[in-house]
């Protein structure tokens, strides 16, 4: 069985990303427990690698569509200049 491989910068540019829209909506991460059953800590942290669906359902939380976190996510931006 092949291993997953994790893109640990990616992991942590999506978890700063995410903590910051929640911040901007002014919520805490019990709130959002609360409202999607999404414990947030790991992921928040860089630490877990988190799935489109549990993606989705933040965005859905946060009211912005996956185009703008994807759009705003701040990852390899120096790769491409």
């Known amino acids: 069985m ?6 640990i910068e990616l992991m942590r ?7 910051q829209i929640r911040k ?10 609360f409202r ?7 992921i928040e942290n860089g630490r877990s690698n ?4 549990t993606l989705i359902t933040l ?3 946060y009211g912005i ?6 759009k705003s996510l701040n990852y390899g931006a120096a790769d491409t200049q």
């Open 13 to 19: 540019a999506i978890g700063c990303k995410l903590r």
């Open 2 to 7: 092949v291993r997953q491989q994790r893109n």
């Open 65 to 70: 569509t996956l185009h703008d976190f994807f």
């Open 36 to 42: 999607t059953g999404i414990y947030l800590n790991r």
């Open 59 to 61: 965005c859905t939380a």
């Open 24 to 33: 901007q909506c002014g919520l805490s991460q019990e709130k959002v427990l």
């Open 50 to 53: 988190i799935s489109v669906s």
